[in-house]
C-alpha cells in the first residue's frame, strides 16, 4: 500500500517510508491510496475470530510491500495483548472500555503497533531515529511505555505544564532511559504546533531522523480501527450501533469511519467534544475556524485545531452533506460532564472518566431522538487517571489498578521550556 500526501506536493511513499517520515515534505498528513474491502464473510463471522486474527486481517493491506505477514502477525500480538470488554450501563448504551492496556487509555494500542513497526524498520539503521510527540494528555503515557527500551530510538514528549493530570504526568515523566519529557508552558496547541514546525525546520531534518508518534503517523493512527472491531464481536442482535467518540484531535473517530468504509457496520458516528468545539462549529456553519484551546476537565480533549480532521474530509471526498449524514458532532461544557458523570454513576454503579461522561452525554441525548436505537461509547481512559473530577462528582474513591499504584511512589523528570520553536531546536540539536 502507497500513501500520498493531503497537501499532494510530495510523491507518495510506503507505510515503511510513512512511518519513518511521520508527516510528508509538504506538510500534509499521509493518507491510504486506497481503502481496503473486507468480506461479507469476514464481518458476519467476525465473533469466531481472535482479536489476533482480526488485527492481521484489517492491517495487512496498509501494510503490505513493508511487512511480511509473520512480522504483521508478531505486531499485532503484542498490540492487542489486553482486554477490550464492552460492558452493559444501561438499556440501550453499551462502553467499550479501552482502558486495560499498560497506561489504561485507548492510545496504548496504537503507540504499542507503531513503536513495534518503527523498532522493525530501525533494524540495521546505524542512526537513531528522534520520535517527537506533543500530548494533551495520554498520547505522552502511551508512547513512552510503548517506546520504552526500543533500540535506536529517542522519544520527546511535549505536554503543557499544569494542564495534565498527576497520573498522566508520572506516565509520561518517568520512565528515563530513551524517553525525555518537555514541559512547556504554554497549551497543548503549542506543543503540537512546535512539533510541526521542527518536522518542517532543514537544519533539524539535516541533522537528525525526526518522526511524530501522533496520530498524524500512520502506524499510530490505522491500529486504532482494531477496536471498533472488537466491538462489533461483542455485539449481539440490536440491529447496527450508534458510535459515540470522546474527540479531540480526531484520530480515534476518525479510524472508526475508516474500519466503516471497509465494511464495519455502524449506523452513526458521533463525534462528542468537550468546549473545545472547532469541528461542531463546523457541522452547523460549514465554517471550519480553529482557535486556542480553553482548558476543560476533559483535559486530552483541549485541542484548538484538530490535526486528523482533514483526514475525515478526505475520506468523505469534501462533501458536507454525505459527511453529515454519517456523523454529527456536539459540545458538552464541564458542568454537564460532571453532571452525567454523578447521574450514571447512581443510577447504574458505573464509573465514567470525564472523557466518557462527555460522549455519555451525547450519545444520549441522540438515542433519545432515535429512540429504538443502541449505542456505544468509547470509554477511552481509566477514571483513576481524572481521580480530582471523579471521586469529587461521585463521592466515592476510585479503585488503582496496579499499574497506577506504582507510579504514585515515582519522582517527576522533566525539562521546562517555553512555547518557543527556537528553543526547541536548540534543544534538539545539543542534546
Ligand atoms: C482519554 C481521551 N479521550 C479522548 C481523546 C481524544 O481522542 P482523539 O484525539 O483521537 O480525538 C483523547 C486524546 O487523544 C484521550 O486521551
Ligand atoms: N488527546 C491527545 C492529543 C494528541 O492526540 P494524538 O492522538 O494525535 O496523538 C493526548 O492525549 O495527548
Not at 164 to 187: D, H, K, P, R
Not at 246 to 260: D, E, Q
Request: with cysteine; glycine share 6%; aromatic share 10%.
Amino acid at each position: 500500500m502507497n500513501y500520498y500526501s493531503l497537501n499532494r506536493q510530495s510523491p507518495s511513499v510506503t507505510f515503511e517510508e510513512a512511518t519513518i517520515r511521520g508527516q510528508a515534505p509538504d506538510k500534509g498528513l499521509y493518507f491510504p491510496e486506497r481503502i481496503p474491502t473486507l468480506s461479507h464473510n469476514f464481518i458476519k463471522n467476525i465473533s469466531r475470530h481472535t482479536k489476533e486474527e482480526i488485527g492481521v486481517e484489517v492491517m495487512k493491506p496498509y501494510v503490505a510491500g513493508s511487512l511480511d505477514d509473520n512480522e504483521l502477525e508478531r505486531i499485532v500480538s503484542e498490540t492487542v495483548s489486553f482486554d477490550f470488554p464492552l460492558v452493559k450501563i444501561n438499556d440501550n448504551i453499551y462502553s467499550l472500555e479501552l482502558f486495560h492496556g499498560p497506561t489504561l487509555a485507548f492510545k496504548d494500542v496504537g503507540a504499542r503497533f507503531m513503536s513495534r513497526c518503527l523498532g522493525f524498520f530501525n533494524r540495521n539503521k546505524d542512526q537513531k531515529t528522534t520520535v517527537l510527540v506533543a500530548t494533551s494528555g495520554d498520547t505522552g503515557g502511551a508512547v513512552a511505555n510503548g517506546f520504552l527500551g526500543v533500540e535506536g530510538v529517542d522519544v520527546v514528549i511535549l505536554y503543557p505544564s499544569g494542564k495534565v493530570s498527576t497520573v498522566q504526568e508520572l506516565q509520561l515523566t518517568t520512565c528515563g532511559q530513551n524517553i525525555t519529557a518537555l514541559e512547556i508552558n504554554g497549551t497543548f496547541d503549542d506543543c503540537q504546533a512546535m512539533v510541526k514546525q521542527a518536522f518542517a525546520d532543514k537544519d533539524l531534518n539535516n541533522t537528525l531522523i525526526l518522526t511524530s508518534a501522533n496520530s498524524i503517523n500512520v502506524a499510530r493512527w490505522l491500529p486504532q480501527q482494531l477496536y471498533y472491531f472488537f466491538a462489533l464481536q461483542q455485539w449481539h442482535d440490536n440491529g447496527l450501533p450508534v458510535i459515540c467518540v470522546p474527540s479531540g484531535n480526531f484520530g480515534n473517530i476518525c479510524a472508526g469511519i475508516l474500519a466503516h468504509i471497509s465494511g464495519l457496520p455502524v449506523q452513526h458516528f458521533i463525534a462528542a467534544c468537550n468546549a473545545n468545539d472547532v469541528v461542531p462549529q463546523f457541522l452547523q456553519t460549514g465554517n471550519y475556524q480553529p482557535k486556542p484551546s480553553v482548558a476543560t476537565i476533559s483535559n486530552a480533549m483541549d485541542v484548538g485545531n484538530p490535526s486528523n480532521f482533514i483526514r475525515i474530509l478526505e475520506l468523505f471526498q469534501h462533501q458536507l452533506p454525505q459527511l453529515k449524514e454519517k456523523v454529527s458532532s456536539v459540545t458538552v461544557s464541564d458542568e454537564e460532564t460532571k453532571r452525567i458523570l454523578s447521574d450514571v454513576y447512581k443510577k447504574y454503579q458505573y464509573t465514567l472518566d470525564p472523557h466518557g461522561a462527555v460522549a455519555y452525554k451525547a450519545l444520549n441525548e441522540y438515542l433519545q431522538e432515535h429512540n429504538d436505537w443502541y449505542g456505544i461509547l468509547l470509554e477511552t481512559a481509566h477514571p483513576v487517571k481524572f481521580p480530582d473530577v471523579v471521586e469529587a462528582v461521585t463521592g466515592s474513591p476510585v479503585a488503582v489498578p496496579e499499574s497506577a499504584a506504582h507510579l504514585l511512589k515515582l519522582e517527576k523528570k522533566s525539562i521546562r521550556m517555553n512555547a518557543d520553536f527556537n528553543d526547541l531546536k536548540e534543544w534538539l540539536l545539543n542534546k
